[in-house]
């Protein structure tokens, strides 16, 4: 696998986080900040790739309507997806090796309401996650893509977004273990954090130093073609 099949991967599961987001309502725990650990295993992949792959993390940072999820690849690759449902507004930044891209995402939420229609079951296990008590599902789409979420009831962070995806899904996911041709992604919260978060970190105003791209050009660039 090469280094920009990886990073397309870590994009496949930063959207999937991103439609996540709208499963919440009102909730005990609302604004907090948690922290993920991504492990990919795939025997295609290739050293520099593993490498790099090795130390990803991931946060997904909630304040009120607004949602900031941060991933990181080595030291090579930053990526930040930043949302405010109240203004309806939304930006993605990416930083690969200083070039600094911006782009404001073009996805009509009817889509991603089709592109996550899935089905989900409860399999009655459950763990502690990061302190959090975790329900499985299992969850499935029309392709017969399947993976795995554990999920608490604990952390529901705010919302006016609609529950277009999973809607048998009860909870926030804390670990989340997925296979697409081949490959092997999982995620697990290590870090919970309920600190009082900056409000500048959910800007939805494009930085100083960052260059403003569409959609399609910066997947083309950071996401490559091919396998």
């Given amino acids: 696998m090469t280094v920009h099949n990886s990073f397309?991967?870590?994009?496949?599961?930063?959207?999937?986080?991103?439609?996540?987001r709208t499963f919440a309502q009102t909730a005990p725990i609302s604004d907090c900040k948690i922290e993920y650990k991504i492990d990919l295993n795939d025997p295609k992949m290739d050293p520099m790739a593993k490498i790099m792959m090795s130390s990803a993390k991931m946060s997904i940072s909630f304040l009120g309507q607004?949602?900031?999820?941060?991933?990181?690849?080595?030291?090579?690759?930053?990526?930040?997806?930043?949302?405010?449902?109240?203004?309806?507004?939304?930006?993605?930044?990416?930083?690969?090796?200083?070039?600094?891209?911006?782009?404001?995402?073009?996805?009509?939420?009817?889509?991603?309401?089709?592109?996550?229609?899935?089905?989900?079951?409860?399999?009655?296990?459950?763990?502690?996650?990061?302190?959090?008590?975790?329900?499985?599902?299992?969850?499935?789409?029309?392709e017969g893509e399947q993976s795995s979420m554990?999920?608490?009831?604990?952390?529901?962070?705010?919302?006016?977004?609609?529950?277009?995806?999973?809607?048998?899904?009860?909870g926030f996911p804390l670990e989340l273990e997925m296979n697409q041709d081949g490959m092997k992604l999982k995620m697990i919260a290590t870090k919970v954090t309920l600190d009082k978060l900056d409000l500048k970190q959910f800007s939805t105003t494009v930085p100083a130093g960052y260059q403003l791209t569409t959609q399609d050009k910066m997947m083309e660039e950071y996401g490559g073609k091919g396998k």
């Fill in 8 to 20: 397309r991967f870590g994009l496949l599961a930063l959207t999937l986080l991103l439609g996540l």
């Fill in 66 to 142: 607004k949602s900031r999820v941060d991933m990181n690849i080595n030291a090579m690759m930053r990526t930040v997806a930043i949302t405010d449902e109240a203004t309806k507004k939304s930006i993605v930044l990416m930083d690969m090796l200083g070039q600094k891209k911006a782009m404001v995402p073009e996805d009509d939420p009817a889509d991603l309401k089709n592109r996550y229609d899935a089905t989900t079951t409860k399999t009655g296990k459950t763990k502690t996650i990061a302190g959090y008590k975790c329900d499985e599902y299992l969850v499935k789409t029309p």
């Fill in 150 to 170: 554990w999920c608490t009831t604990a952390i529901k962070p705010k919302s006016t977004a609609t529950d277009f995806s999973f809607k048998n899904l009860n």
